[in-house]
């Protein structure tokens, strides 16, 4: 049971050549796989493509083969997908639906559209509005939020949908540091509490750190460093692959190049 990837590699209509692959990536339940890259490196289309909404959605070509609890992502139509992968991009006010008054007509709107009893829809409701920590926004008016308050509405809508993996897509870009913090820890909890799988895209490389088992380091579309987090968080390649060090590492580094002992220094800002 899992999102796997076994040399998929993807084109979009009217390229000449592939934008993503060949890559093999798993994404089990339970289990936060990170993945970072320069600009350009392949990062959101692997999105698109993990979620099956590439080609079946937007078109292209895909080789290899994309499978989702082992059924081949080219078989399930759109409703199907929208409930095994829910889909979180850049930028929330591309996924708000912008047709309700409050922020939790906003969240209700993709479970009634699944037919589900009213007081399922309440409850999953409140489940995603209080994981990502904005119940107080419950009674607002969705076109009059922050853009840091829309990502995280957009994240409770798609949490209320239930999915059994999440794809997300730069889930903090619009978030300050506090709101970035919220974020990393509402998903670790949907990973422990719901054990869904998560495929999260960051460029704040502390966000992965805090949360995921594994990273993947695109470069032109196919794996350049992959493994577990703290390997490759503290890989020395980072830097020459448009990637910046968690602040630890960085920190790290430093004391190191200073000549001071890193444990020792470790030992004394943690007593």
């Known amino acids: 049971m899992a999102i796997e990837l076994v040399s998929a590699r993807y084109r979009y209509a009217g390229s000449a050549s592939p934008a993503l692959g060949p890559i093999d990536l798993r994404v089990e339940p339970g289990r936060v796989v990170g993945v970072a890259g320069a600009n350009e490196s392949g990062k959101t289309t692997l999105c698109v493509v993990a979620s099956g909404v590439a080609p079946a959605v937007i078109g292209g070509r895909l080789d ?56 399922e829809v309440v409850e999953r409701v409140w489940w995603g509005l209080r994981v990502v920590g904005v119940e107080a926004l419950a009674s607002r008016d969705p076109a009059r939020l922050s853009g ?26 619009e978030l300050d540091p506090a709101g970035t913090v919220q974020v990393a820890d509402a998903l670790a909890r949907v990973a422990a509490e719901s054990g869904a799988g998560i495929l999260v895209v960051e460029h704040k490389t502390d966000v992965l750190a805090r949360i995921a088992d594994e990273v993947v380091i695109l470069d032109r579309g196919v794996p350049a460093v992959s493994g577990r987090a703290t390997d ?40």
């Open 148 to 173: 840091g308050q829309g990502q995280l509405v957009a994240l409770a809508s798609v949490l209320a949908l239930r999915p059994k993996y999440l794809i997300l897509d730069e889930p903090t870009s």
């Open 232 to 271: 490759v968080l503290a890989d020395p390649r980072l830097a020459e692959l448009g990637v910046e060090p968690p602040a630890a590492v960085r920190l790290e580094r430093e004391v190191r190049a200073g000549g001071l002992d890193w444990s020792a220094a470790l030992a004394k800002a943690t007593a």
């Open 64 to 119: 290899g083969s994309v499978r989702i609890d082992g059924v081949d992502a080219a078989t399930l139509r759109p409703h199907e997908l929208a409930q095994l992968c829910g889909l979180l991009f850049q930028h929330a006010n591309t996924q708000l639906s912008h047709t309700t008054a409050t922020v939790f007509e906003e969240v209700a709107f993709g479970p009634c559209n699944l037919g589900l009893p009213v007081s």
